[in-house]
């Protein structure tokens, strides 16, 4: 079955440190995003790629960063320059590009970052 | 600046008590507005697309409209089965832009 996979499911991290979270997708979709959820609020945009080897900041990208050298792959790596990193992490990805009409996203089962 | 806002945050229902969650909205060139289901802990699920003023779509107990300022999602005869967070976003000259969602709970 097509779809997109994040890992891990539960990340528990020690101030200071990077951690990376994995997205994979088989959807053979262009274009892949993060996005961050806290409670109550809604998804927040980090980084959004619309093809290999390109990739632009959202609204939230301070403390990020990301990579695409893979259609399939699109990891993000939290570093220790992001003062809140406890969230719920939502990878996604869509057939086309930025605005285009076919742009239903489809997301992971999330990744959960604490730090400690 | 797209934003979307939804209403109410919260909504509780006994089952078969029929509803309407409200999603408003200012886009630049609306691209398409979207409703996702999320049930806690997992990623959203998508419901519908809605493209243009006076479009309506449908999926069992659930109707989506759309008007050039605001979104509404219907749920009629909810089950508790519906209970879940609905989220509303808009696609404009951005990527999707999400309301922080509609906490649905239906009782039995």
């Known amino acids: 079955d097509g779809g997109i996979t994040q890992s891990p499911k539960y990340l528990f991290r020690k101030e200071g440190q990077n951690v990376t979270l994995s997205c994979e997708q088989n959807?053979?979709?262009?274009?892949m995003y993060w996005y961050r959820q806290d409670p109550g609020q809604g998804l927040r945009l980090i980084y959004y790629?619309?093809?290999?080897?390109?990739?632009q900041k959202g609204d939230i990208a301070e403390g990020y960063s990301v990579s695409r050298e893979k259609k399939e792959s699109f990891p993000l790596t939290v570093t220790s320059a992001q003062k809140n990193p406890t969230a719920f992490y939502l990878c996604a990805s869509s057939i086309g590009a930025r605005g285009s009409g076919a742009n239903v996203l489809t997301f992971g089962a999330g990744s959960r970052l604490t730090v400690l | 600046e797209d934003q979307v806002t939804q209403s109410p945050e919260a909504l509780r229902l006994q089952e078969g008590e029929s509803s309407s969650l409200n999603c408003s909205y200012t886009v630049s060139g609306l691209r398409g507005l979207f409703w996702y289901r999320q049930d806690p802990g997992k990623g959203p699920e998508f419901l519908f697309t809605l493209y243009s003023a006076g479009e309506e779509k449908e999926k069992e107990r659930l109707k989506a409209t759309l008007t050039k300022k605001e979104s509404f999602l219907h749920i009629t005869a909810p089950k508790p089965e519906d209970s879940a967070t609905y989220l509303c976003?808009?696609?404009?000259?951005?990527?999707?832009?999400f309301g922080k969602g509609t906490r649905l709970s239906v009782i039995a």
């Open positions: 959807l053979n979709h262009d274009a």
């Open positions: 976003a808009v696609s404009g000259n951005t990527p999707l832009v």
């Open positions: 790629s619309q093809i290999v080897n390109d990739f």
